[in-house]
């Protein structure tokens, strides 16, 4: 998900009123309403402990009892007839939010049984007032934390036509100010989209620099590290050494290896993270249980040597199968959008290569000549993944899972929890229920320094999902990428009921978490 100079100018405004926007009064979270009972259910309660049944009781947005409870007189009772209950899934890697503003309710997320979105991530974040000043006006039905975005500091600092260099020492200090300033207003950390080019050039110096401001704070580090191909063993070392030097926890966004001639090495990878583990550092992961990534083309050339036909030929060889990855974006021929490299390459009688090459450059021209154009310009859905190295991290103790999505384009935007729980856990039986539920829940809420959600508890925030688990299945498709799942029966956010019945309630109790 990239950002434009609107975003940019929008953070810039925000930034400067800083002072007037803390003035203002803050969203009562308080609502009071009648106490609710949820009874007849199984409850899984994220620890990964073993399902049990009992009944939950909520009173106004907190878990005040959880047991063999019987109604009170004028409670609102909720029959779950046997299906589960479990804590709201927690999704530490997402960019739903650009969507919020035209769907408060959420529905991409609500239908999988979302009830927290973790923003700000691969670079690119918007600011704390920024966010306080939606919330403050725009209720929606999705809790939000956010982290702050290296690319965003550089735009702010080093303007975003003046990104393919290093920093100077100067503008490195002015970034760890604006840092600073928003990880004292609730930022849960620093985020790096290292492998794009507003990114790819800043030293390992200077994204340092930045990390220790955020440790000094107790903050936390995520990464979409600087490469998921060619150097992917350096790209995680980069990430480890920076857990090693702050004592930070770091987390690495959606690990995958995107390279064919790398498949099957998840378990050298995985032995890597776990021997920094055991020598103190506190890294972990998220995975999305797809084998396609979405971004821009770009990021087929790692050398960033977009005019190479070489690099152009490794990329369709080695990076992506053309026969599989998809325009979900393109703005310059409107009519490539949802065609395959394949098919665009065919009727431009080229090789896939030359016509890869081609779209870059159409691209790049097109935004020259656009220089306001505010949306996506282009974006390919690419399939680079081999399914055991998927299975592989899923599997790892230490990995919860995330989207990675945004509403509609890769069906991960809809459909990711559906699908893990549907396909990998009730089907492939990749694991238990609970390890499963975990990993979408209390051990999530741990990776990101989210406090009072994750676990069914007395005390904790009434984010809860009643779903089926023999029919719980995501329907979201590359042809349809916005059809609602199967199976998430309800959801509660603060205790609301936000969604029933495949329809949202028209609820928004969504909150700005802060660290
Ligand atoms: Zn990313």
Known sequence: ??????HTILFMIFCMTAHDLSAQPKQSNATIHHSQLIRHVQIIDGTGSPAYEASVRITNNKISEIGSLSAKKGEQVIEGNGLLLCPGFIDTHSHHYSNLAKDPSALATANQG???????????????????NFFNHRPVAINVATYTGQTTLRELVMGENDLLREAKPEEIEKMKILLNNELEKGSLGLSTGLEYEEAFYSSREEVM?????AAKQHARYMSHIR???????????????????????VQISHLKISMKDKWKQSDKILEKLDKARNEGIDITADVYPYAHWNATLKVLFPKRDYTDLTSARFAVDQLFDANESVLVNYAPIPSYKGKTLSMIAEERKEEPAVTLMNLIKIASDFKKNNPTFSHTIEAITAKSMDDQDINRFMKWPHTNICSDGIGGGHPRGYGTYPRFLGKYIRKEQLMNLETAIHKMTQLAAEHVGIKNRGVIAVGNYADLVLFNPDTVIDNATFENSKALSTGIEMVWINGQLIYKNNKSTGKYPGMLIKR
């Open 209 to 213: 620099s930045l990390a220790n401001v």
């Open 227 to 249: 490469s998921e191909d060619i150097t992917l063993g350096e790209a995680i070392d980069e990430i480890i050494e920076i857990g090693r030097k702050t004592h930070m926890p």
């Open 1 to 6: 998900m990239r950002y434009t100079l609107f």
């Open 114 to 132: 979302i009830t927290t979105i973790v923003i700000g991530q691969d670079g690119e974040s918007y600011s704390m007032d920024t966010l306080d």
